[in-house]
């Protein structure tokens, strides 16, 4: 050995210990989250976490940097979805916390899993209320609105943490997870060696949840006695990713089904046995429902009511992998709790090789009422018009998915949203992403950025003006990634309508009324994307179809007749209504 060499030769007995050998709270949370596989995370810089952002950056990790916090979080939330991994959002604290926490909860609403990582100030001085740069007591704030909540304070226990926070947001119902990192933790120095042994690689973070034997043959039972049984799909079925099974159970039975607005596409809406244009027909008149991953609230008017029928009229079969579900509106006949894809294949076995088809004339009536609907509709969607209406626009659009069924649809507005979940079939699962169980606002380019980063597939947003304007800055976030996104804007000049008038007679416009004719498309146009101004079907057609080729980003700016709209769309009986008559 040369003396050169000897002199290079590291003696770690004897030396202080190199910057090698010690790592930090920035690198541990880091180094968590990628040994659990998450690489992406959606958020917004600022104090205490901009570095981090970098650091993440520097570790081959895709670092999303959104203009607003619930646009980050929202991506976080439908990444979640699409992947069955938590999807991740990092915000700064108070201010970006809360600005975060809107996404957390609808993500808990709606069982996404999802974990908001917000720095948070000091606790010696947010604890006794001593003023600190962005004081809040955020911990508190969060765990009524998510699934759980969690704060770390030692960089010894990233590791656990995060792995806490990735089995809360995924195992059983999935749901959104809050993680409270104090600022002072970044800064946290531990040795190498103790570090990589404090991090957690979560084993099996969502087991499977096997039914037992008993309610599998008590809901086989229940289904024998059927005479007009249907099936319906939630979202909680698209989550799953059961998609083989599902459709084996449907195509076994013969049982017509019913998709919710996000399990659309899990049997393609041109499947024989969908009953999605015979909706109110199946709910008034099916005798035994089998749910699967959809809840009995307020878009299934609660499983009661007129909507269902003769009152006690119905037995419902529900596979739910939370018991606590069960009963919650209406008595369940047939409890079978457990995660869909073991339920599903449970039944499936059970069934043995052969299954009696429902009553022919069940199956009948419910051709016969889809057919009639599909029937009725069909002129209203090849008017080549202008100004269009929402039916015309969406005849055009419809073709569009069907021509490539592969893209996901993002959908959000009142209108634009309830006539797009009727108008528009979707061919293949996880492809529609909406509002969800809330009909939530703002939804739009958050959900549009993450479905293109997790899928690389094309992604075509159809938005209400109003909707758009919840999340419109996006589009720069669209521009800068370059990402496959063609946002179509339904400009009905305001909210519902743009014809209101304000009842007031005063100078200002109504309140559901916005500058007419806005020219949206040069929001895209500011920052680099294509922005087009479309009139007719054939032009959106057009437009929409060159974006989806391009990959392009694209804001259609589709003019829409403002008087073709109704209150809240298709939910307007939900506006409450005095009993004092107007005036
Ligand atoms: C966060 C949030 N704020 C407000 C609402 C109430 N809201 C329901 S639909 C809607 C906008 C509807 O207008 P638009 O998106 O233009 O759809 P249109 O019916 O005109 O097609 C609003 C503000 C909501 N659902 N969510
Ligand atoms: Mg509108």
């Known amino acids: 050995m040369t003396d050169a060499a000897v002199q290079q030769k590291p003696a770690p007995t004897i030396a202080p210990q190199s910057e090698q050998e010690l790592t930090d709270g920035f690198h541990l949370v880091i180094d968590a989250l990628k040994l659990n596989g998450i690489n992406h995370v959606y958020g917004v810089p600022g104090i205490p976490i901009t570095d981090l952002g970098r650091k993440m950056q520097a570790a081959g990790m895709r670092v999303l940097s959104f203009r607003h916090e619930q646009n980050a979080g929202n991506a976080a939330a439908i990444a979640g979805f699409l992947t069955k991994k938590p999807g991740v959002c990092l915000t700064v604290s108070a201010p970006g916390f809360l600005n975060g926490l809107v996404a957390l909860a609808n993500a808990t609403t709606n069982c996404f899993p999802m974990i908001l990582i917000s720095g948070s100030s000091e606790r010696e001085i947010v604890d006794l209320q001593q003023g600190d740069y962005e004081e809040m007591d955020q911990l508190a704030i969060a765990k009524p609105l998510c699934k759980a909540a969690f704060r770390i304070l030692h960089a010894a226990d990233i590791g656990i943490g995060i792995a806490r926070a990735i089995r809360a947001a995924v195992s059983g119902r999935p749901g959104g997870v809050y993680l409270d990192l104090p600022a002072k933790l970044f800064a946290q120095v531990l040795e190498a060696d103790a570090g990589a042994k404090s991090l957690v690689k979560v084993i099996d973070p969502a087991p499977a949840q096997i039914p037992a034997l008993e309610p599998v043959k008590r809901a086989l039972d229940v289904l024998k006695s059927a005479k007009r049984p249907l099936i319906i799909l939630g979202k909680g079925a698209a989550y799953a990713q059961a998609d083989d099974g599902i459709r084996a159970l449907v195509e076994k039975t013969g049982i017509p089904f019913l998709p919710m607005s996000m399990a659309k596409g899990i049997l393609p809406d041109t499947h024989p046995l969908s009953a999605g244009a015979a909706r109110s027909t199946v709910l008034k008149d099916a005798d035994v429902i089998i749910m699967i991953g959809a809840r009995l609230n307020w878009l299934l008017s609660h499983g009661k009511g007129k909507t269902w029928g003769e009152p006690g009229s119905k037995k419902f079969i529900q596979i739910d992998i939370d018991p606590k579900e069960m009963d919650s509106n209406v008595a369940i006949a047939a409890p079978v709790v457990g995660d869909i894809a073991s339920c599903v294949s449970a039944l499936l076995n059970a069934m043995g090789e052969k299954w009696p088809a429902p009553p022919s004339d069940w199956i009948k009536a419910v051709n016969a009422k889809k057919e009639a609907n599909i029937a009725k509709m069909a002129p209203r969607l090849m008017k080549n018009s202008a100004p269009m209406d929402f039916h015309s626009a969406l005849g055009a659009l419809r073709t569009v998915i069907k021509e490539r069924p592969d893209a996901i649809l993002v959908n959000e507005g009142a209108n634009t949203l309830d006539q797009a979940r009727g108008i528009i079939d979707m061919y293949q699962p996880r492809k529609r992403l909406d509002v969800g169980t809330w009909g939530i606002m703002g939804i739009g380019m958050g959900f549009a950025v993450a479905a293109a980063i997790e899928t690389g597939k094309r992604v075509l947003a159809v938005v209400g003006d109003s909707a758009f304007g919840f999340s419109g800055m996006e589009v720069e976030t669209i521009c800068r990634y370059k990402l496959p996104v063609c946002v179509v804007v339904f400009n009905n000049n305001g909210i519902y309508r743009g014809t209101d008038v304000n009842p007031g007679g005063g100078p200002d416009v109504a309140t559901t009324v916005f500058v007419k004719d806005a020219r949206y498309e040069k929001l895209m146009e500011a920052f680099g994307g294509i922005g087009v101004h479309v009139t007719t079907p054939d032009e959106l ?32 009986k939900l506006n409450p209504q005095s009993a004092i008559r107007k005036k």
């Open 541 to 572: 057609k057009r437009a929409v179809g060159e974006a989806m080729q391009s990959g392009k980003p694209t804001l259609v700016n589709a003019a829409i007749d403002p008087a073709a709209g109704s209150e809240s769309g298709n939910i307007g």
